[in-house]
């Protein structure tokens, strides 16, 4: 089945997690959902990379997180917030591309 | 062991950002031990760390604190206020301690109270780097001296001793500086006895109030109850309610990893954590778990000033502008760089266009422009800021006529929504310190004043 994550997702966000890193959550709506994602592996280091053009090197975990039915990535910034060329100082606006992220599960 | 609840009345997400006056009497009501509020924040970037000033407004600020400590007066019962005046450095502190200070003196309130600095001197963070005592938060880079040299302020997030010494020594309210988050809350319940794992991860939350309830807000109150191996949590509006999901969810926010929480002196491990649902508004948390480190380090955090910024706001509405965009920014880049090329000063420029990839930068899948128009803005750091004001004014008058390939509106290539377009935005930081620092003694670098208010 194809989904988009914001068809099965109630939350997606992403925060700074310190001044060096980007934290992205999504927190499915059922735990149905979590699962079945999860266990198709739908969420991993090459979609993360394809989707925010990063290396592999720039991603500092991805983990599931049960008790609330999420799926949490962690990148390193671009740049340190608030250095010359910042464009999020909270990093409170870089889900967008998380939301119509095409899920086979 | 005490048998009883340890109540706190967590007020706000942050101080100053408000909460109704019916959520905090359902508060008293419940007889809370603590009253107390985290004030800080890393979120708004390095220039409040560095400039020494509150990104919350004093009035507010105010407000919030008045409420506050006339309750705590008339109940006997302690105030602590977490990271005081947003950041946490000495002039952040002096700025909440003088709100305290005249909130008592127009209340007519008496009160013990105890000020704890966390400003950490620089020849202290340059002995311990010699010492090899100083290491980066990855990917924070390696400190250098020369770094160090330029940092203007330097602060540590204190762990829940200082605190509890000062409650100790007979503190009614304390005014803290930079604290690790749950501190606040956690310090008092954890003298009164309770786990030091259940009481950080309640901190953890009540830190930022409301957030963790459904709906979520960042003012209003929430109550935690901490027994011995539990603890409790309930908004005070009846409009919200906390539930396994809105509090497990919450439990990620702005972390890395949700399983283990490093803080001074040790991590707080969520693998066991249970989240159950005691009533439709109440939810209830166990097995999370404080597991101390080997060494006992400090997080220290640094801004270092890089010069004045200006910037000025623009858009365009012309298609072909629009798709010439990138020569235009180039070819406004070189002639500003010609034009200054014998200036005796450094400075960047930056241009972010909003409508292609203002927003998320080099992260932006998609760094099209398939809008109807562009919104711009032009950004100068110099070393001063007539020096940034000369190259902003420069570059903004050279886009403004800049000829394009194909070019057919030729009286201005940009619209201004203000006059002046330019505007100055003041000193620029940057992060230049965020490090771990290895400590012998927790409460060494937090010196605490008391005072009889």
């Given at each position: 089945m194809n989904v988009n994550l914001k068809d099965i997702a109630g939350i997606i966000r992403s925060k700074n997690s310190g001044p060096y890193e980007l934290t992205l959550d999504i927190l499915f709506s059922t735990r149905e959902w979590y699962e079945r994602v999860r266990d198709a592996k739908a969420i991993h280091e090459g979609v993360v990379c394809a989707l925010y053009k990063i290396p592999p090197e720039k991603i500092i975990n991805i983990v599931h997180f049960e008790p609330a039915d999420a799926i949490k990535i962690?990148?390193?910034?671009?740049?340190?917030?608030?250095?010359?060329?910042?464009?999020?100082?909270?990093?409170?606006?870089?889900?967008?591309?998380?939301?119509?992220?095409a899920i086979e599960c | 062991m005490a048998q009883e609840e340890f109540r706190i009345l967590s007020t706000t997400a942050i101080l100053?950002?408000?909460?109704?006056?019916?959520?905090?009497?359902?508060?008293?009501?419940?007889?809370?031990?603590?009253?107390?509020?985290d004030a800080g924040s890393s979120d708004p970037g390095p220039y409040y760390l560095g400039a020494g000033v509150s990104f919350t407004d004093r009035g507010a600020v105010k407000r919030d604190l008045e409420i506050m400590l006339s309750a705590a007066v008339e109940h006997g019962i302690p105030v602590v206020i977490g990271t005081a005046g947003g950041?946490?450095?000495?002039?952040?502190?002096?700025?909440?301690?003088?709100?305290?200070?005249?909130?008592?003196?127009?209340?007519?309130?008496?009160?013990?109270?105890?000020?704890?600095?966390?400003?950490?001197?620089?020849?202290?963070?340059r002995k311990a780097l010699r010492g090899g005592k100083v290491t980066p938060l990855h990917?924070?880079?390696?400190?250098?001296?020369?770094?160090?040299?330029?940092?203007?302020?330097?602060?540590?997030?204190?762990?829940?001793?200082?605190?509890?010494?000062?409650?100790?020594?007979?503190?009614?309210?304390?005014?803290?500086?930079?604290?690790?988050?749950?501190?606040?809350?956690?310090?008092?319940?954890?003298?009164?006895?309770?786990?030091?794992?259940?009481?950080t991860h309640l901190g953890k939350i009540l830190e930022c109030a409301s957030i963790a309830a459904v709906p979520g807000s960042g003012s209003d109150c929430m109550f935690g109850y901490l027994g011995k191996d539990y603890f409790r949590l309930e908004p005070l509006s009846p409009a919200r309610r906390c539930t396994t999901a809105s509090v497990a969810a919450h439990t990620l926010y702005e972390k890395t990893n949700p399983y283990v929480l490093p803080g001074p002196g040790g991590s707080l491990d969520l693998t066991e954590t249970k989240f159950e649902q005691e009533t439709e508004r109440i939810a209830r948390v166990s097995g999370s778990k404080f597991v101390p480190a080997r060494r006992y380090t400090v997080k220290l955090e640094g801004a270092r000033?890089?010069?004045?910024?200006?910037?000025?706001?623009?858009?365009?509405?012309?298609?072909?502008?629009?798709?010439?965009?990138?020569?235009?920014?180039?070819?406004v880049r070189e002639r500003v760089a010609d034009n200054f090329k014998g200036?005796?000063?450094?400075?960047?420029l930056h241009f972010i266009l909003y409508g292609r990839d203002g927003v998320m930068g080099s992260l932006e899948p998609t760094p099209v422009i398939d809008g109807h128009e562009l919104g711009i803005v032009i950004e100068a750091v110099a070393d001063t800021q007539a020096h940034a004001d000369t190259i902003c004014a420069f570059a903004r008058s050279t886009m403004l006529h800049y000829g394009y390939e194909g070019r057919r509106a030729t009286a201005g290539n940009l619209a201004f929504p203000?006059?002046?377009?330019?505007?100055?935005?003041?000193?620029?930081?940057?992060?230049?310190?965020y490090h771990l620092l290895e400590v012998e003694d927790p409460c060494a670098l937090f010196p605490a004043e008391h005072a009889e208010i």
């Open positions: 962690t990148i390193a910034r671009p740049l340190c917030s608030g250095d010359p060329g910042e464009t999020d100082v909270y990093g409170a606006q870089q889900h967008a591309p998380l939301l119509n992220l | 100053g950002y408000g909460f109704p006056m019916a959520s905090f009497e359902a508060g008293m009501a419940r007889k809370p031990h603590l009253i107390a509020a950041s946490g450095a000495n002039a952040h502190v002096n700025w909440c301690r003088e709100i305290v200070e005249e909130i008592a003196r127009e209340g007519n309130l008496h009160f013990k109270m105890a000020v704890i600095r966390a400003e950490i001197p620089k020849e202290t963070v990917p924070a880079p390696p400190l250098t001296e020369e770094n160090l040299d330029e940092t203007v302020c330097i602060v540590g997030q204190m762990g829940v001793e200082p605190v509890i010494k000062a409650l100790d020594q007979g503190a009614q309210v304390v005014v803290a500086g930079r604290a690790y988050d749950p501190v606040c809350f956690a310090a008092a319940a954890m003298r009164a006895g309770y786990d030091q794992g259940l009481a000033r890089i010069g004045y910024r200006t910037v000025s706001i623009a858009g365009t509405r012309d298609p072909v502008m629009m798709r010439e965009i990138d020569a235009v920014t180039r070819g200036a005796a000063f450094e400075y960047t203000y006059s002046p377009s330019d505007f100055h935005a003041g000193e620029v930081f940057v992060f230049s310190v």
